[in-house]
């Protein structure tokens, strides 16, 4: 199978078959060191655009898999030639994402089913209105492979009969009722939970500072389970990752939704503001705190900034917990390649505090591995 199609003078092609243009995006792929490209045995489709005849952006689908045989997905795995990834205009992107979905659903050999981690983003309920797609939100499941974990659970719009997934499914009211009334589309504070129950069980927590609220797990997970005061930071801004500003609108719309859903948000002291001027106001009003946890900006020098102004507002014995401090490497976020820049990351910002402040700090041993926790002391 070969269907090529031109819209807007930008060239849509799919096949069943890898083919010269999907194999460049390859080469170039690997010239560049991207450790996960995106061909790989289970990929079915093989779908690259092209922008005055070079390509561009390539993706993959595949049939079958956690669905029927008769189901065909998308998969998340996308590469974009660095010459047009994150130059091309918002509109020209949507468009090039709608007319891409339009062609694969367009083959009509099999049912199409896309998962979505942000179904309420308007583009997507767009494209999916204009496929007959359900949008409603008794028509909208969850599917996931284990029913015990929230966070194996993702939103899926689809056409068709839901008996074709064959993996656990509830609808949005069971999963609320099962999970709360939450909404996350990214689950990246297990580790850090695991490791604050570890923390807490020897010692007494009254006052939690966060610095880096994203769409507000962690101190959910604190309010619902803890009786303490949680104070969290976070600008949602997107300067320093040089991303759309769209994509941290909608994980503060998911925050304000969760902060205002939980039942002890009365506990929550809400800064919607860079770290560094929130910090500087604690320290002037003398603010003190029991337990901090360290997981906003990554690159070196702004988490040396919070971890030097955190200590200052550490009661004496309290514990800041820093996230990706081991061995996390920064990516480049619209080519997915991993930058070897030692700046880039918690590391280099972490060892060094461990050093200057080696004779008043105690390191903690802690589960989860990826994260560090450091005690204040006096000798």
């Given at each position: 199978?070969?269907?090529?199609?031109?819209?807007?003078?930008?060239?849509?092609?799919?096949?069943?078959?890898?083919?010269?243009?999907?194999?460049?995006?390859?080469?170039?792929?690997?010239?560049?060191?991207?450790?996960?490209?995106?061909?790989?045995?289970?990929?079915?489709?093989?779908?690259?655009?092209?922008?005055d005849e070079e390509p561009a952006y390539s993706y993959t689908a595949r049939n079958g898999d956690l669905y029927d045989k008769n189901v065909i997905r998308c998969n998340t795995k996308f590469f974009a030639n660095p010459k047009f990834a994150g130059k091309l205009s918002l509109k020209t992107m949507k468009d090039i994402y709608q007319n891409?979905?339009?062609?694969?659903?367009?083959?009509?050999?099999?049912?199409?089913?896309?998962?979505?981690?942000?179904?309420?983003?308007?583009?997507?309920?767009?494209?999916?209105?204009?496929?007959?797609?359900?949008?409603?939100?008794?028509?909208?499941?969850?599917?996931?492979?284990?029913?015990?974990?929230?966070?194996?659970?993702?939103?899926?719009?689809?056409?068709?009969?839901?008996?074709?997934?064959?993996?656990?499914?509830?609808?949005?009211?069971?999963?609320?009722?099962?999970?709360?009334?939450?909404?996350?589309?990214?689950?990246?504070?297990?580790?850090?939970?695991?490791?604050?129950?570890?923390?807490?069980?020897?010692?007494?927590?009254?006052?939690?500072?966060?610095?880096?609220?994203?769409?507000?797990?962690?101190?959910?997970?604190?309010?619902?389970?803890?009786?303490?005061?949680?104070?969290?930071?976070?600008?949602?801004?997107?300067?320093?990752?040089?991303?759309?500003?769209?994509?941290?609108?909608?994980?503060?719309?998911?925050?304000?939704?969760?902060?205002?859903?939980?039942?002890?948000?009365?506990?929550?002291?809400?800064?919607?503001?860079?770290?560094?001027?929130?910090?500087?106001?604690?320290?002037?009003t003398k603010e003190k705190f029991d337990f901090i946890y360290i997981d906003g900006d990554h690159r070196s020098h702004i988490v040396m900034q919070d971890l030097i102004y955190s200590f200052n507002i550490l009661n004496d014995n309290g514990i800041m917990l820093i996230d990706d401090a081991v061995n996390w490497k920064a990516r480049d976020?619209?080519?997915?390649?991993?930058?070897?820049?030692?700046?880039?990351?918690?590391?280099?910002?972490?060892?060094?505090?461990?050093?200057?402040?080696?004779?008043?700090?105690?390191?903690?041993?802690?589960?989860?591995?990826?994260?560090?926790?450091?005690?204040?002391?006096?000798?």
């Open positions: 199978m070969y269907i090529e199609s031109v819209k807007d003078n930008i060239k849509y092609i799919l096949s069943n078959k890898p083919y010269f243009e999907f194999d460049y995006l390859q080469t170039v792929a690997k010239k560049l060191n991207i450790k996960k490209v995106i061909k790989d045995k289970n990929d079915n489709y093989f779908g690259v655009v092209l922008i891409g979905i339009n062609l694969l659903v367009d083959t009509k050999k099999y049912d199409f089913y896309f998962i979505s981690r942000h179904p309420n983003s308007k583009p997507i309920k767009r494209i999916y209105k204009q496929k007959g797609f359900y949008v409603d939100d008794n028509k909208l499941y969850q599917v996931g492979k284990d029913s015990e974990k929230s966070s194996s659970w993702r939103y899926i719009y689809y056409i068709g009969d839901i008996k074709y997934f064959n993996v656990p499914k509830m609808s949005l009211n069971e999963y609320y009722s099962k999970f709360g009334n939450y909404k996350f589309n990214r689950n990246w504070s297990d580790n850090a939970i695991e490791n604050t129950k570890h923390l807490f069980k020897n010692n007494s927590v009254k006052r939690v500072l966060e610095i880096g609220t994203f769409e507000g797990k962690y101190s959910l997970w604190l309010a619902d389970n803890y009786d303490l005061k949680i104070y969290t930071i976070d600008p949602f801004k997107s300067d320093i990752y040089n991303l759309s500003q769209s994509l941290f609108n909608t994980v503060e719309k998911n925050w304000l939704h969760n902060l205002h859903n939980c039942k002890n948000n009365n506990k929550i002291t809400y800064y919607k503001d860079y770290s560094l001027n929130v910090l500087q106001k604690l320290i002037h976020h619209n080519t997915n390649q991993i930058l070897e820049d030692e700046t880039l990351s918690p590391k280099l910002a972490v060892d060094s505090f461990k050093k200057i402040y080696k004779n008043k700090i105690k390191e903690l041993i802690i589960p989860k591995k990826n994260q560090v926790a450091l005690q204040k002391i006096w000798k």
